[in-house]
């Protein structure tokens, strides 16, 4: 392991070195920067595989000591040092599969997706520096450089979804999201400051060897401190009420959509959670860990809602990102730390196929409205079928990835709160209803607008979406209940689970729940999502929607208006925050010329007044007494000369008079 | 290197060079321009051998020289410079060569008087930081200010006689306050040594005098940094002066305030600053705050960096007004120590990447102003295309100035507030609004009015950035990244000398 630790760091510098070559040497070689993007990206897939193939070799290891550390930088702070470096451990490995895989095949399908761009090589510029930030957080064994990162991909996000920023619709969609995900970084910023000072250390372990303590002398602290932090991984992750950039996010290019808002940067805030479990966790009775578990309910929840009533496809994906990673959330608010990975890492899966589907159609039919396609299946038969299995995996259908996952989090919230449970499973069938009403629009009947003629995208955009289609298929077997009939022997007692189950083993104040398997609770998520399913067919899929047709759900009146307007949240932000705050900008500007600015202009008049009279009086007076004074005097004058000049010389008499006033108060004390 | 006066010849080339200027024939200029830059390269590469030449495991006054100058009134030329020197010294010479190699392509009339002054400005800021004695302090502090004053009056825009009068005025009231510190100090202790008053602690038996001589030297500061509510010099110098004297004002002179400030005011009033640090510290969230909100409002793209100067100048004094605020316990909590050692830390290291950063925006100011004749956010649009590179720069040295992490900016922003935040946690807290509304303003105004959106059909034929503009820019954003990214060697340099000086001044209160 400690060799292994070692090659760690280079995962993140390849695509770093990479970025640097292509934003400075091949600027103007388009192809040369796209296969150098994708040469480095396989670089760091093959490192990250040999990580992770160790790690499981090793994985008795992991059960002794939590981490492996590899400490690169030490930043003198007084009489101590702060250590910044990478680390191995279970949770780091789990993210090594998931993340290199997945940008390696969005990597390929931008090769051919971005083609003929006139910034083609910028794309790759940026995608190289994103995936240097996302890996560089997954393999980070302090906050400071995963908040580095945090922020670097944050950047990237910005510029990506500008990245057609003649566009204003893009440039205002980059500006949302980096302002919105800000609020949330300075909340994670204090809190790492407050975690800092309060543990005296950064890096993960130490850090939840030092919160115990505070929990103890100080429970309030503790608990804004994990708001804190969550307040971070709440814009990250587009939580409610900090959601609102998600959705907008979508005007970048499609494979941007895919890798960073919806497999990669936007889990980065689940990830946060799930590292940073202890800190939620430490205090008795876990109010901190309620709040989260209460936002990831209601994202998941509201979010689903929104999705039914939107045309646009990839906003329905963005509205789906958004409850999925609410699904997670709310599994680590439950304690359910390995389900959260666990969906964390398969939701990655179908949801970059779903959105490079969708980049697929976009880029046969030219268009993202929905109401705009139909009948896409024949004309794009690959796209369709691997469409279709994210779809299946998305809507919780065994026995693909996302059913299991998706169970195992409905499992943990039926034993641990049902309340959250109901609203888990509501979402559920929201969603199935969602994605079907979403195929059947796209893929099933007849063309709804007569001018587009869709042609199945070129093999190097089809052949990633095969590989992720496969994932998405049998990456839940991984994570199979081991009490589950049959299968879960079958498949090595969920391997996945006892895999991260040494993740938090070291402090024993982190007490997560186990919950077994619960074959109810699977009966009801699998009719929940066929109930959604048969609804979708029913409305869209049984008579397609004809050109002109009107939404059946439009029936739905106030309701459908309500959900259509995402329940009016950017107009009342826009309402209150953003004018509110350059009303204020505006008052203090004029409170600066009007009133600060306007005294001083006034002292400075009234004082060129009293220089003027004083001139007569030093003429007359003071100069007798200067001359008396002698050598202090003469000392200051020696200095004086040098500022006695022009116009401002009237002003120094100033000097002169307080220099002997206060040589008066002198001589008398 | 004993003995030889490295100190002396960095700070006093630039006056022989002025005077050599002085005796060159007017009509030459470009032997003007050529001796001008190639004479600031001799503080510049000086300056990078004391850097590395400074012990900073010892973090001592170094390089000290001291000479008998007024031996009646015990004012000796005493020089030297310690870990927060260091920086400086080093920014000022880099500022000033870039500002000069800039300047020589763009200054057109009154060669001659230009590059005499900027020289002589040269001096002046170098005075400051490496004198040790409060005369000499005092002198140079001054003669830093004349030349400004002829920069922005001569080569400045329409008002530029206002505010070069108001930029003068407002700065010599607060030098008469600190002159009168000054030498009641002197009156006391007999003594114009900074080194020996700090360990003298003045008027430790009355606290009123010491509270008097406080505020006195305070408002001094402040005016320079600038510190709301004495900062509304600031926009009108900036506005008016000529691009260089911009970079050279936001870069250099406004670190001669924060300078004041750990140089003077902390080791010397460590008593009255901890009693008056609940008040600094507001003053300084107020300029974080407010700073940024106003230049939020702001349509002037060369106002608004000039407001956003004040938001990041706050950052400074929040992380010294945190360390006074430690004062005496820092002597038995070696982890409060530690924290008020990372805050002054972070402070020093906001003064030299404000220089460079701020500096850095100033330039690019100038870069389309030559051009466009016009600094109206409104008036651009959609230059992203058109000019990649420009747009390139503009846009790393936003993001280093909104503290992006990987940049400088962000380091120092982190320190401050990671040392504030255990002494004062609630002021801390609030300054954290200055970190979202920056990032607002920049990438609003700046980034999305200048270079997003449909191009503005005028600027169809603009020029991309010329290769001395690029030229100008490429060591400002060598040490953005540099710092940012590995951050130890500056950090290394000053936190042996913040911290025994922490200790030194805890220990002194408290005993």
Redesign the interface.
């Known amino acids: 392991m400690e060799d292994l630790v070692r090659i760690v760091p280079f995962i993140p510098m390849v695509p770093l070195l990479t970025f640097a070559i292509i934003a400075i040497f091949v600027r103007r070689h388009h192809k040369l920067s796209g296969y150098l993007t994708v040469a480095a990206i396989f670089i760091a897939w093959l490192l990250s595989m040999v990580i992770v193939l160790g790690a499981v070799a090793n994985m008795p290891h992991f059960a002794e000591e939590p981490a492996v550390h590899l400490t690169l930088l030490r930043i003198p702070t007084g009489a101590t040092t702060l250590d910044i470096g990478v680390q191995i451990d279970p949770l780091t490995v789990a993210l090594l599969f998931m993340v290199p895989t997945v940008c390696l095949m969005i990597f390929i399908y931008s090769v051919g997706y971005m083609e003929g761009d006139p910034r083609y090589s910028r794309f790759f510029a940026y995608v190289c520096l994103f995936s240097t930030g996302m890996l560089g957080l997954v393999v980070a064994d302090n906050l400071l450089l995963l908040f580095i990162c945090w922020e670097v991909m944050g950047l990237c996000s910005y510029l990506l979804i500008g990245f057609w920023f003649e566009k204003p619709s893009a440039m205002w969609a980059g500006l949302k999201a980096f302002i919105t995900t800000r609020i949330g970084d300075v909340l994670l910023l204090l809190g790492m400051v407050l975690l800092y000072t309060q543990t005296g250390a950064l890096r993960f372990e130490t850090v939840f060897d030092g919160v115990e303590r505070i929990a103890e002398t100080n429970p309030n602290l503790m608990f804004v401190i994990a708001l804190l932090v969550f307040g971070g991984a709440v814009g990250k992750s587009a939580q409610f009420p900090l959601h609102v950039w998600l959705p907008d996010a979508m005007e970048g290019p499609t494979p941007v959509s895919a890798l960073i808002h919806a497999a990669t940067m936007v889990a980065a805030g689940v990830f946060l959670v799930a590292r940073m479990l202890p800190i939620f966790v430490v205090l008795p009775a876990m109010p901190a860990l309620a709040w989260v578990a209460a936002i990831g309910a209601i994202t998941a929840f509201f979010a689903s809602t929104i999705a039914v009533a939107q045309d646009d496809i990839k906003r329905v994906l963005a509205y789906s990102t958004i409850s999925q990673l609410g699904y997670m959330i709310m599994a680590l608010g439950l304690g359910g730390f390995v389900a959260a990975v666990f969906h964390l890492i398969t939701h990655a899966f179908f949801k970059a196929l779903l959105f490079l589907g969708s980049g697929s159609v976009i880029h046969g039919v030219g268009t993202n409205d929905m109401m705009e396609m139909g009948g896409l299946r024949k004309k794009m038969p690959y796209t369709f079928w691997t469409f279709l299995i994210g779809m299946l995996a998305l809507a919780g259908v065994p026995p693909l990835a996302g059913f299991w996952s998706k169970d195992e989090i409905l499992a943990v919230a039926f034993e641990q709160n049902m309340l959250v449970w109901v609203i888990g499973t509501l979402a559920a069938f929201i969603t199935a209803f969602y994605m079907t009403r979403q195929v059947c629009l796209t893929f099933v009947g007849q063309p709804r607008k007569k001018e587009i003629h869709a042609h199945e995208s070129p093999r190097l955009m089809y052949v990633p979406l095969i590989v992720l289609a496969i994932g998405a298929a049998l990456l839940g077997l991984l994570g199979v209940p081991a009490d589950f009939p049959v299968l879960g022997p079958l498949l090595g007692n969920n391997p996945f689970h006892r895999f991260l189950a040494a993740q938090f083993h070291q402090w024993h104040y982190v007490q997560l729940p186990h919950v077994s398997f619960n074959a109810s609770v699977m009966v009801i998520s699998i009719v929940m999502a066929g109930c959604g399913i048969g609804l979708g067919y029913l409305l869209y899929g049984r008579k397609p929607l004809e050109a002109g047709q009107r939404d059946p759900l439009e029936r739905l009146g106030i309701i459908w208006t309500v959900l259509r307007n995402k329940y009016y949240i950017d107009e009342i932000y826009r309402g209150t925050v953003i004018r509110g705050t350059i009303a204020l900008a505006t008052l203090l500007f004029r409170f600066d010329l009007g009133i600060i600015d306007a005294v001083v202009n006034l002292v400075g008049k009234l004082t060129e007044r009293w220089s003027y009279v004083s001139r007569l009086f030093d003429t007359y007076v003071i100069d007798g007494i200067v001359n008396g004074v002698g050598r202090v005097t003469s000392a200051v004058g020696q200095e004086l000369r040098y500022i006695q000049t022009g116009r401002v010389q009237n002003y120094m008499v100033i000097v002169v008079i307080s220099v002997v006033l206060l040589m008066g108060v002198f001589l008398y004390m | 290197m004993e003995g030889f006066p490295i100190l002396t010849i960095i700070t006093f080339t630039p006056l022989l060079g002025a005077l050599v200027i002085l005796a060159l024939p007017r009509d030459n200029e470009r032997t003007i321009k050529l001796f001008a830059i190639l004479l600031s390269l001799i503080p510049l590469v000086l300056a990078i051998v004391v850097w590395f030449n400074y012990d900073f495991q010892a973090g001592t006054i170094q390089f000290a020289e001291e000479y008998q100058w007024?031996p009646?009134?015990s004012?000796k030329y005493r020089m030297g410079v310690d870990g927060i020197s260091v920086p400086m010294v080093f920014l000022t010479a880099l500022l000033t060569v870039v500002s000069l190699y800039y300047s020589s392509h763009v200054i057109k009339v009154r060669v001659k008087e230009y590059f005499f002054f900027f020289l002589l400005l040269e001096m002046g800021m170098m005075g400051v930081f490496t004198s040790l004695d409060f005369?000499l302090f005092?002198?140079f502090w001054?003669?830093g200010?004349?030349p400004m004053?002829f920069l922005i009056g001569v080569w400045g825009g329409e008002r530029r006689e206002y505010a070069a009068?108001?930029f003068?005025?407002?700065t010599?009231t607060g030098s008469?306050l600190m002159?009168?510190a000054i030498?009641?100090m002197f009156?006391t202790e007999g003594t114009f040594d900074i080194i020996e008053m700090a360990s003298r602690q003045p008027f430790s038996d009355s606290f009123v005098l010491q509270a008097l001589a406080f505020w006195g030297i305070f408002i001094a500061f402040a005016i320079k940094v600038p510190l709301f509510?004495f900062?509304?010099?600031l926009p009108d110098a900036h506005v008016e002066a000529p691009t260089a004297g911009s970079v050279i004002l936001a870069g250099v002179l406004l670190k001669l305030g924060c300078y004041g400030f750990l140089r003077i005011l902390l080791p010397i009033f460590p008593q009255a600053f901890q009693v008056y640090a609940p008040i600094v510290a507001l003053l300084a969230v107020i300029s974080i705050v407010?700073g940024a909100?106003?230049?939020?409002?702001?349509w002037d793209l060369k106002k608004l960096i000039a407001y956003s100067s004040v938001s990041h100048m706050g950052y400074v004094i929040l992380g010294v007004a945190a360390a006074a605020s430690a004062g005496a316990k820092m002597a038995s909590d070696?982890?409060l120590?530690?924290?008020?050692?990372?805050a002054v830390?972070g402070a020093v290291m906001q003064m030299f990447n404000h220089g460079i950063i701020t500096g850095g925006l100033f330039l690019l100011v100038g870069v389309i102003y030559e051009r466009t004749h016009t600094r109206d956010l409104k008036a651009f649009g959609?230059l992203?295309?058109k000019v990649p590179i420009y747009y390139a720069v503009m846009l790393t040295t936003v993001?280093a100035s909104l503290g992006?992490?990987?940049l400088a900016g962000?380091v120092a922003e982190?320190?401050v507030?990671?040392g504030a935040?255990?002494i004062i946690?609630v002021m801390?807290?609030i300054a954290?609004?200055g970190?979202?509304?920056t990032?607002?303003f920049f990438?609003?105004k700046v980034i999305?009015g200048m270079?997003?959106?449909?191009?503005n059909e005028k600027w169809a034929n603009l020029p991309d950035m010329e290769r001395y503009e690029v030229l100008c820019m490429v060591p400002l954003i060598f040490f953005m990244a540099l710092f940012g990214l590995?951050?130890?060697p500056i950090?290394?340099i000053m936190?042996?000398t913040?911290?025994s000086m922490l200790h030194t001044l805890s220990l002194m209160i408290g005993g």
């Open positions: 007024i009646t009134l004012i005369f005092y002198v001054e003669i200010l004349v004053y009068i108001k003068f005025l407002y010599l008469v002159l009168l030498l009641a009156f509510p900062h509304t010099w407010y909100l106003v230049s939020m409002a702001q070696p982890a120590l530690d924290s008020a050692t990372i830390n959609g992203g295309t993001l992006l992490p990987g962000f982190f320190m507030f990671r935040i255990a946690p801390t807290a954290g609004i970190v979202v509304v990032a607002a990438l609003w999305q270079f997003l959106g449909p191009l590995y951050p130890v950090i290394n936190n042996n913040v911290h």
